[in-house]
């Protein structure tokens, strides 16, 4: 019995030797982790930065329409084609590709002293222009008539934009062409560089009054190196003048002006009014225009729309664009065809300045000609640029 007890009481002295003995070991591991992580791992010296060195590269951003003599688009376009002259020094072209155009239409809907301006010529124009782009193209839209509204952003979408046109064009009084402008040279900065139009459909408003505003609204659509398309309603508009209020308020006419009692007729015996026509056509009549203050103004107008005319003109040459004046409402389907054709006609040219501006300080607008070297080729593209220096701090 007491050797079972001392054997009982060695192994319990054992066990609990081994206990101590793993707890030791324990609070030992315990104590190095706790010092290992509140060592600090050491931070690296940064490596001295060399200067900056800024390197300048200057490129223009040529937009150029290549046709054929029959004014088909010419898909062989290469450089040995072209002979690019600025201010009349030849330059060395870098490239030449397509890119997909990026067209605002910048439509003026304030037509109230045009009686030949009508917004849905005007909207069905724009919708038959955005079917015959080509894919890939993308289209916004800017309205102006009393208010400058965007109606479209931009979009690739065809069917987008065709729900824009049919359901937000709305008719207005008195659009401006200076804030116009100016709204498209910023919309046009979300559009990448190189295949940029503006197709701007106007009679160009009151131009005369807009002085220096236009001026500025100009000088910022130019520097977006966008191609600009006038479609201008000056024609259609002195010509429907000219019917309605004549240099003098007398016309002499064997079509008899209709009083109540003539209407009156017509509608109780519409069978005798062959009759009465031909006996009235037999007469000659002297018809006075008695309302003097509306025949003076559509006369004043008549010569505000002779002077937008080039104005207009101006602003679509020196961009590499043109101006079309319908003669009549029919013309604008086939305008509108040329236009889609000439747009997409069109290459981006890139070229290396021989010149250089970088260390210029001041603005400076450098004339360009384009030329065909090749036989049968027909090109054209905007007149000149303006450039500035880079400046130092970018």
Known sequence: MTLRRNIFLLVCLLAVLYALGNTDGFVSRAGF?????????????????PDQIKIYTEEVVLPVVATDTNGRFDPT??????LILEDGQAQTIQSIRRTPASVLLLLDTGGFNNPAMKTNATR?????????LSPGDQIAVLQFGGKVELIQSWTADRDAATESLRSKIFSGRGGRLAPALSAASAQLQNAP????????????????????DLAESIKQLFATQATIHVVSYTSLGRKAIKESHPTVPVRVTNEKPKS???LANELMHPHEQAILEMKNKTKV???FDLDYPVWRH???????LKANEPV????????????????SVKDLPGICDDLAREIDAQYVVTYKPKAPLAQRSLKELRRIEVVARRVGLVVHSRRSYLDKAADSEQ
């Open 298 to 304: 559509n006369r004043e107008q008549l010569k505000t």
């Open 260 to 262: 109540a009692s003539d």
């Open 193 to 212: 560089a190189g295949n940029r139009h503006i197709v701007l459909v106007t009679d160009g408003g009151n131009v005369p009054a807009e002085g220096g």
């Open 33 to 49: 982790a706790q010092q290992a992580s509140a060592v600090a791992s050491p931070t690296p010296t940064p490596s001295p930065q």
């Open 312 to 327: 207009l003109a101006a602003l679509a040459a020196e961009s590499g664009g043109r101006m079309m004046l319908p003669s």
């Open 77 to 82: 376009l290469q450089p040995d084609d072209l």
């Open 285 to 287: 009549y002297v018809v």
């Open 124 to 132: 069905d124009f724009a919708l038959r222009l955005v079917s015959r």
